[in-house]
């Protein structure tokens, strides 16, 4: 039985973190209508986003780039996607994301740094594309 106070927290935080509008399109490609996704998506949501991301000591900027970092170093590209996008939205510009993950590569390996630069670039361009769609009402030039 989740703690539904935790859930709540959760849910927020998540929101914050990737933005009304990319959250609602996360949950309705991956977790609506999919009863098993719909588990894990709560179980996140209440254990990592309502207990670790709100979690005294660090802020939500710092918790974004660490993550991002824990990503490239073990190489979970799919994951990456969408901590690049806490990232960004918590402040840090394309340019310093590219430069931390060329200085991982000194660390965790050039192919992880490559898979991650790949990641970023195409992160990018997609939020991007979603601004000027958003800007534009939604009406892509």
Do not use: C, N
């Amino acid at each position: 039985m989740p703690d539904e106070d935790l859930l709540a927290k959760g849910r927020e935080i998540r929101r914050q973190l990737l933005g009304p509008q990319a959250t609602d399109a996360l949950d309705v490609d991956l977790y609506t209508d999919d009863p098993i996704m719909e588990k894990f998506g709560d179980l996140t949501q209440e254990i990592i986003f309502g207990t670790l991301w709100s979690r005294p000591g660090l802020d939500l900027k710092l918790r974004s780039l660490v993550t991002m970092v824990s990503d490239v170093a073990t190489g979970e590209t799919e994951a990456l996607g969408i901590h690049l996008r806490f990232a960004r939205r918590y402040g840090y510009t394309e340019d310093e994301i590219v430069e931390i993950i060329l200085h991982l590569m000194g660390y965790v390996g050039v192919p992880k740094a490559r898979r991650a630069l790949i990641v970023a670039r195409d992160t990018f361009a997609a939020m991007r594309d979603e601004s000027q769609s958003e800007s534009s009402g939604g009406i892509k030039s």
